[in-house]
C-alpha cells in the first residue's frame, strides 16, 4: 500500500499537469490541503516537500508554495554555451543589459586562481540576461587584461566568446564548474526580476583555452523557477 503523501503527491502532480494550477498560482495553504485530504498537516508537508524536490513548486516566503513553469529552459551544464548562443537556440527574445565594466587590480582568490601578478588587471564585467521581458539571470565575468584586451561596452552586450573566438583568434576550450544554492544578494535584488525568490541557483566557472591557460572566471546567478539544469552521462565499463 502507498504512502498516503505519495498518493496525495501524485493527484498534485495530476492537478498541475492537466492545468488546473498554472504557472505561478499558489497551490492551496497546508491547512486547506489538510481538510481537503482528510489527512495530518506533516503528511502534506510530505507530499508538498516532494513536489518541490521533483520541480513542481518552489516554497516562497510570504506566498506559500508556487507552482512553477514545467517549461523551463534547459541549462547545459557540461557544455560552454554563451547566452546568446543558448538564447536563440531556445528560440527566445532575449536582451542583455551591461551595469558595469571596469577593469580592476588583480588580487584577491580569483585574481590567484587566474594566475596574476600584482602588477595584473581584470577586466570586471556585470550583466542581466532578460528571457521574454524579465531579468533572470546576473552574470558577473573577470577576465585578463593581458588576453583579453580592449573590450568595450558593446561586445559585453553582444557576446564575449563571439569577440574572442572570432576577433582574438583564440581557441576556448574547456571549463571547471561548481553549482550551488545560495540565499539573494543586494545585486540579485538591484538587477534581477525576482518575482519572490529568496535565493538563486549560481554556477560558478573557471573557463581554460586550448593551451591550458585559465582567462575568465564566471559567477552566473539564475532564477531558480526559470530552469532545469541538464547533463548527459554515459556508463563506462570498470
Request: net charge neutral; glycine share 6%; hydrophobic share 35%.
Amino acid at each position: 500500500m502507498k504512502n498516503k503523501y505519495v498518493e496525495i503527491y501524485n493527484k498534485l502532480v495530476q492537478s498541475i499537469q492537466q492545468g488546473d494550477f498554472s504557472a505561478g498560482e499558489t497551490l492551496p495553504s497546508e491547512h486547506d490541503l489538510s481538510a481537503q485530504y482528510s489527512t495530518s498537516r506533516e503528511t502534506i508537508r510530505k507530499a508538498l516537500s516532494l513536489l518541490s524536490q521533483n520541480g513542481y513548486i518552489q516554497k516562497v516566503r510570504g506566498k506559500g508554495s508556487v507552482v512553477l513553469d514545467q517549461n523551463k529552459f534547459e541549462f547545459p551544464v557540461s557544455g560552454l554555451t554563451s547566452f546568446k548562443e543558448l538564447a536563440i537556440k531556445m528560440g527566445q527574445n532575449f536582451q542583455t543589459h551591461v551595469h558595469e565594466l571596469t577593469l580592476v587590480k588583480g588580487k584577491g582568490e580569483v585574481a590567484k586562481q587566474l594566475n596574476c601578478n600584482q602588477t595584473s588587471r581584470l577586466w570586471r564585467v556585470v550583466r542581466s540576461r532578460e528571457i521574454s521581458g524579465e531579468r533572470i539571470i546576473l552574470d558577473k565575468d573577470y577576465l585578463r587584461e593581458d588576453l583579453i584586451p580592449d573590450l568595450t561596452k558593446e561586445i559585453a552586450e553582444q557576446s564575449l566568446y563571439d569577440y574572442i573566438e572570432k576577433v582574438l583568434g583564440l581557441e576556448i576550450s574547456f571549463a571547471k564548474k561548481e553549482i550551488v544554492i545560495e540565499p539573494i544578494t543586494e545585486e540579485d535584488l538591484e538587477f534581477l526580476d525576482l518575482n519572490g525568490h529568496s535565493q538563486v541557483v549560481v554556477i560558478r566557472s573557471y573557463v581554460y583555452l586550448s593551451d591550458t591557460t585559465v582567462f575568465q572566471f564566471t559567477e552566473s546567478r539564475h532564477r531558480p523557477d526559470k530552469f532545469q539544469f541538464v547533463d548527459f552521462a554515459r556508463r563506462t565499463k570498470v
